[in-house]
């Protein structure tokens, strides 16, 4: 017997004329996530997307790298049968005994978009009810409130028959690349990663920043934000992590600027060498892992100062209304958490004031910061930024 995997995906989002559009860039997307060795063939048909993996070909492998897959909502695996009736129901039934092993009552729900096969939708479920039940003797039917839904449907070609219980959920969100591109100031925390992860479930493609200051911070620190770049890249297919080399405007700023506006400088030096990187990159718009209140350089004066650094890009902050644990909880979930929490030092934490402003005004910092040739050193790395392929 055949089983396919069926696509399903946001029903809101498919309506409007944006629906071809949409679905081919899933199509795309999927393809992508599932090269060759994966031997599966991605189809779409009729409405509906579905992917058909190959004789003996690893399907729990195939389910979950679906499941990073943005747009798909559910994934669901289905038995294909024939389009006829008497098959459909002994095979469909059989099919789907191990599945309602775990349930206790359920009903049945037929689609029928051939409307020349001579059983309407109130029959198919009213039929595949009584041979499921000959089936699966343990189990009762509830309409209104059962454990899964028995689905049928009966399509051009063939009929597919499943269970909810069978289905899994997809990552849910837009498909990558639906929304342009936006790049992403990556630091080894645990914010940034999941920062981006928000952004690009909207169909957002990155790009991403990394600044690193040796010998400062060493290697392994950069290790480690390739390797959230790359978990990352696990769900949006490949893109660019320019890093930059900032030792020495860190020095610079250290060196020339009052103590207590170190931090907000090299924050805001950052965003303007981000925003360069950015339009370099045909990127419309940056992305950071601030949330309001949770360090001094994110009180709402701080922000406010670092975002007028920006000149002509918005800057998406997902994360600005999230609690710590409402960010470590979406970290572990994405996966991104255990390598987070790796113990290497940031630039960010290598020259950190005693006694940082949390109220700064704008004119006291552009004073501060006119200690140093701003434009000078915001060229300089970006001359210097080197750039590696995440995948
Ligand atoms: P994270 O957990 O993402 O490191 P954080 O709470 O430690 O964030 P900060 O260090 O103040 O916060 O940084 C705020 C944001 O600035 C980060 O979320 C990230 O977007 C950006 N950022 C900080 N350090 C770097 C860096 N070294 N390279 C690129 N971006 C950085
Ligand atoms: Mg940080």
Known sequence: MKEIILIKYGEIILKGLNRGRFEDLLVRNIKKALPKECRADVRKSQAITYVEPAEGADVDEIISRLQKVFGIVFIARAGVFPKDMDVILKDGAEYLAPYMETVDTFKVEAK????????????ISREMGAATLRRC???????????????????????????????????????????????LLLSGGIDSPVAGYMMAKRGVELNAVHFFSPPYTSDLAKDKVIELGRILAGYTGKYSLYIVPFTEQQLAIRDNCPEEHLTLIM??????????????????????????????????????VTNEAVKDLPVFRPLVGMDKDEIVTLARKIGTFETSILPYEDCCTVFVPRHPTTKPTLDKLLESQSKIDMEYWVEKAVGEA???VLE
């Open 386 to 388: 080197e750039w590696i």
């Open 112 to 123: 029928r978009s051939d409307k020349k096969f001579p059983f309407d939708s109130p029959a």
């Open 137 to 183: 003797p343990h189990l009762k039917v509830n309409v209104t409130e059962p454990d899964t839904v028995v689905r049928v449907e009966i399509r051009d070609s063939e009929a597919y028959v499943y269970a909810d219980v069978a289905r899994v959920s997809g990552p849910g969100g837009m498909p990558t690349g639906s929304n342009g591109r936006a790049t």
């Open 267 to 304: 924050r805001r030096m950052m965003m303007m060498v981000a925003e360069r990187l950015a339009k370099r990159s045909g990127s419309l718009a940056l992305i950071t892992g601030e949330s309001l209140g949770q360090v001094a350089s994110q009180t709402i004066h701080a922000l406010g």
